[in-house]
Structures are given as C-alpha cells and as structure tokens.
C-alpha cells in the first residue's frame, strides 16, 4: 500500500510561483501514473495534471496549461508539480495520487495524499 505525502503549499500573492512535492512510499512509484487534482472551498474536488510512469504522458487542466508543469524523479520517488503566474481561482487544497492507469478521473486513482493548501492573495 502506497503512502503519498505532499508538501510545498502556502501563501502566495497573484504572479508568484510555487512548486509543490509529493513524495511516495510503500509502492512502486515507477510504475505509477501520478495526478494531481485541487479542491477550492465548497466545489468538487478537480483535476489539474497527471504524468504517467516515464513522464511520456503528461495532461494538463485547460485552466492551468501554460502556467502549470509536472515532472517526476522516479529515483526519489517524487512528483512535482511547478505552478506559475498563480492566481486567485488557484487557491485550494492540492492533492497528489498514484494510479497504475494514466488517466484524468480521480476515479483512477487509487491512493491519495492529505493534501497541501495553496492560497494566492491579490
């Protein structure tokens, strides 16, 4: 069973960057597609990217597809997900989850981490 645990989140003003990092254990993190999905206060939890095992495969959320970027070491057993020119309507609670499918329907995924707050001030 795959523990996921990110971290990175904070308090940002609009424009700033952050990168936020999930680390996986207790699985094979190589074989694993990885996503990450956000949920803002009072709205269903969304999809925002996923990369699959060899980061051959990587979809972004129309909303955040040229600010948004995904990459993962396999050899440290973590994926990262770099945000750029963050706004407001990015404030949420960022999560990361494993899937052995590479798939955008959280659905798939089959291990979640706690989550990460990200709050983007005006």
């Known amino acids: 069973q795959a523990h996921l645990e990110e971290s990175g989140g904070g308090s940002v003003q609009a424009g700033d960057s952050l990168t936020l990092s999930c680390v996986v254990s207790?699985?094979?993190?190589?074989?694993?597609?990885m996503g990450w999905f956000r949920q803002a206060s009072g709205t269903e939890r969304e999809f925002v990217s996923t990369?699959?095992?060899?980061?051959?495969?990587?979809k972004y959320a129309d909303s955040v597809k040229g600010r948004f970027t995904t990459y993962r070491d396999n050899d440290k057993n973590t994926v990262y997900l770099q945000m750029n020119n963050l706004q407001p309507e990015d404030t949420a609670v960022y999560y990361c989850?494993?899937?052995?499918?590479?798939?955008?329907?959280?659905?798939?995924?089959?291990?979640w981490g706690q989550g990460t707050k990200v709050t983007v001030a005006t």
């Open positions: 989850a494993s899937s052995l499918l590479w798939i955008n329907s959280e659905k798939g995924y089959a291990y």
């Open positions: 207790g699985g094979m993190f190589s074989r694993y597609a």
């Open positions: 990369i699959s095992w060899s980061s051959a495969s990587i």
